[in-house]
């Protein structure tokens, strides 16, 4: 028998509203409150990136009512995020600890953390365009320290990388995975779960050989 979380005891209590702080009387009450979710996801999708143009009932009252909306919003928001929680915990589950003796430029380890953090929440195309960022900042930060100069690309900091011994032969295969799953999503490819887990479990061996 799986342990209660906290996580699957606010999910059962959300379900007991139709639209916060209403709960459902009957089922034409359910209906309603699923038809003003999908309303309030099409409005909230129309912020988050283009789209079609919503029609005028639906938008309009999102300036009128920010009141009312908020309140919305924050349901939304409330409902999504617990239905997360379980996949972003075995996620963090997966991670190992980033423990090194050395710790890296700032920057470079906001990278580290934003892309972490993006593979938690699920959202595989940051994930990997950030981690990418980060080996390139790592490698860049490294290879300065070496007298190695400052190579534009990413390509050419692995190639300095491997000249100057900053990498050995593994992590420059670790890096390669890298850089090609982020190189693909910054042209147009998609990613998915399990590439994201692999570019995040090679970020992670490259960067504690980096900073061992």
């Known amino acids: 028998m799986k342990s209660q979380t906290l996580s699957a005891h606010l999910t059962r209590e959300a379900g007991k509203f139709s639209l916060f702080p209403e709960k459902p009387r009957t089922r034409a009450d359910r209906e309603a409150g699923a038809l003003v979710r999908d309303v309030v996801r099409e409005v909230l999708e129309s912020r988050e990136w283009v789209s079609k143009e919503l029609v005028s009932s639906f938008a309009d009252p999102v300036e009128r009512n ?41 920057a470079t380890n906001l990278y580290i953390r934003e892309a ?42 692995l190639e300095a990388a491997a000249r100057l011994r900053i990498l050995d032969g593994p992590h420059l295969s670790l890096a390669s995975v890298v850089k090609t799953g982020g190189d693909r999503v910054l042209h147009g490819g ?14 992670s061996g490259v960067v504690l050989y980096l900073y061992r």
Request: aromatic share 6%.
């Open 116 to 157: 972490t953090r993006c593979y938690i929440l699920g959202l595989w195309a940051g994930c990997a365009a950030l981690a990418r960022a980060a080996l390139e900042y790592a490698l860049r930060e490294k290879v300065d320290a070496a007298g190695g100069g400052a190579p534009a690309t990413l390509g050419r900091l």
């Open 190 to 203: 998609r990613a998915s779960d399990t590439t994201a887990a692999n570019i995040v479990a090679a970020l």
């Open 66 to 106: 920010r009141d009312v909306w908020r309140i919305r919003y924050d349901e939304h928001y409330s409902r999504e995020l617990l239905r997360r929680v379980p996949k972003m915990v075995e996620r963090t589950l997966s991670l190992s600890r980033l423990e090194a003796s050395q710790t890296p430029a700032q």
